[in-house]
């Protein structure tokens, strides 16, 4: 069994995964939509047509029985936490090659076109920065919800920042098991061409990445209903980037995997396969959720709020 093969084969079967829940109606609106997205009122519209041909069977009772399985929105920092404390565990592991790096590295075979430890500790560098930023993101800058989330989603997030942890060195495990660490590890040298692309556009993504999330943060408007209950009114984006892609976040979030795909690549390559793998979940998953948020907006704002725009990837998508 190659590790490197089994994580990039359960990065695709993920997207696989999210692809056919996508492609059956009956499942895409119990456990696809979440946010505002899956709002009683939203539900109530969708009910007819996405639940069509699905009867009040054992079938049907089994799958509302699942689809009532969820958490609060609030999660999402999670996957973050996560995130960050995987890659200071592993970093120890690498660093001492520990019993968990020995299990791992016990079933990927050495190769000559492997990653350099230096990029090995500038992507690992990069992933933490991620993780780190999103975590502060979801602490400090988005806003209360009440909204809610699948469970299945919440534990795929989770099943992903575990495996991108690993991704981060997987490719990198001769240079590991020939390099002695020492202090020269951590001085500063000049990065190859492709390193210093991968880096660039990494932190391009991420800044216009932040922008995003908090501008989408500042539309999101807590208000009190005649109850008392908090709801939260949606406002209509106007910042440049919404003007040519609805989720201009996601399209980030896709170059910034891009970017460590680019940073990963192993000696001779063109790029890291397994990130390229992760790549096509993020995309994947990404992309379904863009095309909900879609089919949203033009609800709720008309069809000129979205005519003309691309859903996640301009130009493209």
Known sequence: MDAIVLLRGAYLSAAGLVLFVFAVPALRSRFLDYGPRSSRTEKKEDAGEEKKGVSASAVGTLLDKLAELKVPHSWFTSFYAVSV?????WAAELLVRGPSFQAVARYAPDTAHSMSFSQVLVV???????????????????????????????????LF???????VWIEGISSIRAHTPSTRD??????????FIGVLIFLLASGFQ????AYLASLKNSKKTDGGAA?????LPEHPAFNISLTPHYFAECLIYLSLAIAATPKGGVLNWTFVSALVFVMTNLGVTAYGTGQWYERRFGSDAVKGKARMIPFIF
């Open 124 to 158: 690992w560098t990069l992933m933490l920065a991620q993780g780190s930023r999103r975590l502060y993101e979801c602490m400090a800058i988005s806003k209360p919800s009440e909204s809610r989330m699948w469970f299945g989603h919440w534990a795929l997030g989770i």
């Open 186 to 195: 951590f001085l500063i040298q000049g990065p190859s061409a492709r390193t």
């Open 85 to 89: 404390t995987l890659s200071l565990f």
């Open 210 to 213: 932040h922008d995003c999330h």
């Open 231 to 235: 709801t939260s009114d949606y406002k």
């Open 161 to 167: 920042y575990t495996l991108t942890s690993v991704a």
